[in-house]
């Protein structure tokens, strides 16, 4: 439907989006503001057609798609205004020291470049075309190319066609946000590899995240290349409160799998139990809703494929069994709730039951004792985040688990489900590889804006000639750290 | 001397500084700032001896030497103090809204594990084995693993026990610091690649270091490697301030160019001037001054035969005339310092004219105009420092080059020299690539311990069991991040 980008497009998008960097980056804050809320505001009132696109591209539901709009509209507003309130440019000052022949010192942010972005299959507004990547990328003052997911581009082109309106309403150079088709994998690397290219995020599987950082780093100049590329979330069940509360988490944790088809990032894959009797009342909680939960048709058939041959592929292992699946008739399209159990023994002894099977299946591993539980957490990989079941007195005489838990994750839950990432300042949507490329950074949150800036220090140049957030007066009132004090004062 | 070490020792070494980071990743941040004073006070009170090793190991003069252990000492302390002042941890606090079913979430760092430090050759004391990356790993909460630099061995098993000796005294796990030898690459291999290294810090060549990145990309899991490569820190300069104050900058920059004969990341290599005549009294200044310096030994005589052959190939590109070479008698062991012209026009079609020439030696650029100089700014790559000369309405009139300047440079100074690098918070000595691997961070200055650090978000935790830096009462009297307000109010 849509043609692929030619490698002389590329090109030429690039070299225009690099011609308007020099213009964005010039910005003021507050212009960057506005362009996002009017992004915001014409996407908060694009109407129906978009969402029923949506829907026939994605086979999410309306009501699903619409909040995730909100969710899109609402990032932009609060990633815009983070922007503008100036406190990410961590700016630092110090004033000359004629006694320490120190000279002036200040530090602010500037943007990287050009950003290319690639959207996920599985939020085709929040993660996709103006969610939080291209927020964060415009918020610091980057100009976004987006190549469309194929498995939702004319949702992808109605969305790119409401931030070329906006872009065109403040006034900016159109090249600010490109929107780029591509199936071949040609399209990506060409993107990834051209020298004007100088960040790139992406969200979605472990091999294609992998694969553009490869590309990043196989450059003649190195970019960060961002990748969010999915987790297993492992649960820990503590005894006391599992045997507690089951009927009340169990059916948490039957939502949480097979809410969205099982398709988010967050998903809890891996539930880790004692196998002492006290995980019994919540396994036969959960096995009933699971049964009962109804198949749904999963984001595209690929991705309906390969949950069903790595889910089969887990059930296989040794020692693996079915404990749930659901009952209600399904067909091919469709991913079919299951969990399963194994031991933990088993589990340590095989790696494959550590990928990320991608839908509404989850592995239940029963370890003997609390030593075991500790060895199946040091085993795991990175993840954007671990849970943990548990009375506060439970968690507090098992700090060791907690501990190690702490080094595999970005977030760590307490007494809840992984789903769910609310857009907070104090949001960490990244965490150790694999489950991201640079655990050092966020992509949700306006934290996340950080990986398209980096900083510049000026030294002796006189007050006037300043960027306006380091000059003497503090016009913008920004905090700044002047002397090794955080302050709004003016010098 | 030092036997290499072998593939088991470095893997003890590395599983044993792996349990030290398990303990200390958990010690308070006053405990941290004791460790790091109490190096700096022993580094502080070292005596002569060991400046006699490195004047010995080095050939630097002992002012200097005695000098840069200071600064050491400064870096250590300042450092420290910074991490235990805790604005770097970057605290965020979301509380929960149960109007809008958002849960608690709090946001602090958490260090990222053993850190490989590789020292540099040109500063034994402030970038090596106790040195500003040592430090910020300190700071962060990182046990350190040092590979001494083969050129100064001696000298780093001297500051390695004094940091042993400073790590006994604290009564911290032995293994919070480890000093080993290697001459060969294997060693450097071994390390970078060891499963349990999570970051690298390197000082040194583009050649090295990149390899070091290379390697630290192709591993199972890839970690971060902040490697500074040096730069060629181009000064632009403007006809006006050049030609008043021509006596004066070039007595600066004949110093800039020569002093520790030319051994510094930030020497000016590149000097670029419009050829009006304006230069004219620059350029004779600094002849003289040139022709009248000794040349000196250089760290070692791989360094100094490097710079020869270097220097000679730059002389011998197309267009290059040598404008000054010292007239003082040398050896073969000892920097020859030179100054040469070549013309925009040729510099430009000339990428080897690009590189480093480590040592006392500057190349000089003609242009014939404004669009020009503008042309030499946009074919440099990524530096640590660019510079320019010019007075306030010059720079006014010229936004435009400043533009193109601050695209490729990490610190941007006015009327200065790049040589000399203010340890302090608002420093920034890091660029884009091939200066740093990292442009987003900084090696000098406490905002360089964010290399070593990840962010960590705890979801629904009791406020007890959180970190205390975390905790409503705010007990450590730290800035954070309240609901979007920056405070160090008590919740």
Same mark, same amino acid.
């Given at each position: 439907?849509?043609?692929?980008?030619?490698?002389?497009?590329?090109?030429?998008?690039?070299?225009?989006?690099?011609?308007?960097?020099?213009?964005?980056?010039?910005?003021?804050?507050?212009?960057? !503001?506005?362009?996002?809320?009017?992004?915001?505001?014409?996407?908060?009132?694009?109407?129906? $057609?978009?969402?029923?696109?949506?829907?026939?591209?994605?086979?999410?539901?309306?009501?699903?798609?619409?909040?995730?709009?909100?969710?899109?509209?609402?990032?932009?507003?609060?990633?815009?205004?983070?922007?503008?309130?100036?406190?990410?440019?961590?700016?630092?000052?110090?004033?000359?020291?004629?006694?320490? !022949?120190?000279?002036?010192?200040?530090?602010?942010?500037?943007?990287?470049?050009?950003?290319?972005?690639?959207?996920?299959?599985?939020?085709?507004?929040?993660?996709?075309?103006?969610?939080?990547?291209?927020?964060?990328?415009?918020?610091?003052?980057?100009?976004?190319?987006?190549?469309?997911?194929?498995?939702?581009?004319?949702?992808?082109?109605?969305?790119?066609?409401?931030?070329?309106?906006?872009? $065109?309403?403040?006034?900016?150079?159109?090249?600010?946000?490109?929107?780029?088709?591509?199936?071949?994998?040609?399209?990506?690397?060409?993107?990834?590899?051209?020298?004007?290219?100088?960040?790139?995020?992406?969200?979605?599987?472990?091999?294609?995240?992998?694969?553009?950082?490869?590309?990043?780093?196989?450059?003649?100049?190195?970019?960060?290349?961002?990748?969010?590329?999915?987790?297993?979330?492992?649960?820990?069940?503590?005894?006391?409160?599992?045997?507690?509360?089951? $009927?009340?988490?169990?059916?948490?944790?039957?939502?949480?799998?097979?809410?969205?088809?099982?398709?988010?990032?967050?998903?809890?894959?891996?539930?880790?139990?004692?196998?002492?009797?006290?995980? %019994?009342?919540?396994?036969?909680?959960?096995?009933?809703?699971?049964?009962?939960?109804?198949?749904?048709?999963?984001?595209?058939? =690929?991705?309906?494929?390969?949950?069903?041959?790595?889910?089969?592929?887990?059930?296989?292992?040794?020692?693996?069994?079915?404990?749930?699946?659901?009952?209600?008739?399904?067909?091919?399209?469709?991913?079919?709730?299951?969990?399963?159990?194994?031991?933990?023994?088993?589990?340590?002894? @095989?790696?494959?039951?550590?990928?990320?099977?991608?839908?509404?299946?989850?592995?239940?591993?029963?370890?003997? %004792?609390?030593?075991?539980?500790?060895?199946?957490?040091?085993?795991?990989?990175?993840?954007?985040?671990?849970?943990?079941? =548990?009375?506060?007195?439970?968690?507090?005489?098992?700090?060791?688990?907690?501990?190690?838990?702490? !080094?595999?994750?970005?977030?760590?839950?307490?007494?809840?489900?992984?789903?769910?990432?609310?857009?907070?300042?104090?949001?960490?949507? =990244?965490?150790?590889?694999?489950?991201?490329?640079?655990?050092?950074?966020?992509?949700?949150?306006?934290?996340?804006?950080?990986?398209?800036?980096?900083?510049?220090?000026?030294?002796?140049?006189? @007050?006037?000639?300043?960027?306006?957030?380091?000059?003497?007066?503090?016009?913008?009132?920004?905090?700044?750290?002047? !002397?090794?004090?955080?302050?709004?004062?003016?010098?």
């Amino acid at each position: 439907m849509f043609k692929d980008t030619t490698p002389e497009e590329i090109d030429k998008a690039m070299h225009e989006a690099w011609d308007a960097y020099l213009i964005y980056k010039k910005t003021s804050l507050k212009e960057r !503001n506005r362009l996002m809320h009017t992004i915001a505001d014409l996407l908060e009132n694009s109407g129906e $057609e978009i969402i029923h696109t949506a829907m026939e591209e994605t086979h999410l539901p309306e009501a699903r798609l619409k909040g995730e709009r909100a969710r899109t509209v609402l990032q932009l507003r609060q990633y815009g205004d983070a922007a503008e309130e100036g406190s990410w440019l961590d700016l630092r000052i110090n004033t000359a020291d004629e006694k320490s !022949n120190y000279p002036d010192v200040r530090k602010t942010k500037v943007a990287l470049g050009p950003v290319v972005v690639f959207g996920s299959s599985n939020f085709p507004f929040a993660y996709s075309t103006a969610g939080g990547d291209t927020a964060c990328a415009l918020a610091a003052g980057c100009p976004v190319i987006v190549k469309a997911h194929p498995a939702h581009a004319k949702t992808s082109q109605m969305v790119a066609d409401i931030i070329s309106k906006a872009v $065109e309403k403040v006034k900016l150079p159109k090249a600010v946000f490109t929107h780029l088709h591509g199936i071949s994998f040609d399209v990506s690397k060409a993107l990834v590899m051209h020298p004007l290219t100088k960040a790139v995020g992406f969200t979605g599987s472990l091999s294609g995240g992998k694969q553009l950082f490869d590309w990043g780093n196989q450059r003649e100049e190195p970019i960060p290349v961002f990748s969010e590329m999915g987790s297993t979330n492992p649960v820990f069940l503590l005894p006391g409160k599992i045997k507690s509360d089951a $009927e009340e988490i169990a059916r948490q944790y039957a939502g949480s799998i097979t809410n969205g088809v099982g398709q988010f990032c967050t998903k809890p894959g891996l539930i880790i139990a004692i196998d002492d009797g006290s995980v %019994d009342g919540f396994k036969e909680i959960l096995k009933e809703k699971i049964e009962n939960t109804a198949a749904q048709k999963m984001l595209h058939a =690929g991705i309906a494929k390969a949950f069903a041959q790595k889910k089969e592929k887990a059930l296989q292992q040794k020692g693996v069994s079915v404990m749930a699946a659901t009952t209600v008739e399904t067909d091919i399209s469709e991913g079919q709730p299951a969990v399963a159990t194994v031991s933990a023994k088993e589990f340590i002894k @095989n790696q494959l039951l550590r990928d990320e099977v991608f839908g509404p299946f989850s592995l239940i591993i029963l370890c003997k %004792d609390f030593k075991e539980m500790a060895d199946v957490a040091s085993v795991l990989k990175g993840q954007l985040t671990a849970t943990i079941i =548990g009375n506060e007195e439970e968690v507090k005489q098992h700090r060791d688990l907690c501990d190690k838990i702490e !080094n595999i994750c970005g977030r760590f839950i307490l007494n809840g489900v992984p789903t769910g990432v609310t857009v907070c300042t104090a949001m960490q949507h =990244g965490g150790p590889f694999p489950a991201t490329t640079d655990s050092r950074f966020t992509s949700v949150g306006s934290d996340g804006i950080s990986r398209f800036v980096r900083p510049i220090a000026f030294q002796n140049w006189p @007050n006037k000639l300043l960027p306006e957030e380091l000059q003497n007066e503090n016009p913008l009132h920004f905090w700044r750290t002047v !002397n090794g004090k955080m302050t709004k004062d003016a010098i």
